[in-house]
């Protein structure tokens, strides 16, 4: 009889020691599937927002060039899509911190928004934005190295590299 008392509490060991193995298992396979839903979720908003900048294609190709000069009216409409890639940006590096967002994503949106921002009207509105503490720190603190790191380089910006970007 205590054999078989052995036994059991051996067999009742590796089903809980299965068991946890399984959680495991399941665990991980939840959190690949919650990073998919957000890549694909991220990915779905970055293209309205480019839709919504594809609407209104002159305001926010004169934005990269003069936005200081802007109607008021025309610089609100290309100020909303940047101020929108801006959040999303941050929103994305925040994730990458909680390994919930892959860096080439991140990565990729950080440096389309960087470009922007390199532009003559960019600057301008990333300086004031920027010293309003407007976005958050994570977003400020990246763009504002990757800026400091650029200053000295020879990359042609955004709109030289993207025709279809330059004013008409």
């Known amino acids: 009889m205590e054999q078989l008392a052995i036994w059991g ?3 009742g060991g590796i089903g809980v020691i299965a068991s946890l193995l399984f959680l495991g298992l399941q665990t991980r396979t939840a959190n690949i599937l919650a990073l998919a839903a957000s890549q694909r ?11 919504y900048l594809g609407d209104k294609s002159s305001e926010y190709r004169e934005f990269m060039e003069d936005f200081e000069n802007m109607e ?3 610089q609100l409409k290309a100020a909303h899509g940047v101020v929108a890639m801006g959040n999303m ?3 994305m590096l925040k994730l990458r911190k909680l390994n919930l967002e892959t860096d080439d994503t991140t990565n990729m949106l950080l440096s389309a928004f960087t470009g922007i921002v390199k532009t ?3 600057q301008l509105f ?10 958050g720190d994570d977003l400020r603190n990246e763009v504002n190295k990757a800026l400091a790191d650029s200053s000295d ?3 042609p910006s ?3 590299a993207l025709s279809f970007l330059r004013p008409r």
């Open 9 to 11: 509490e051996f067999l």
């Open 41 to 51: 979720e991220m990915r779905h908003i970055w293209q309205e927002n480019l839709f």
């Open 72 to 74: 008021p009216d025309r």
């Open 89 to 91: 940006v941050d929103t």
């Open 120 to 122: 003559p009207g960019g």
């Open 126 to 135: 990333w300086q004031q934005m920027n010293s309003a503490g407007f976005w």
């Open 153 to 155: 380089s020879n990359a």
């Open 158 to 160: 955004i709109n030289e």
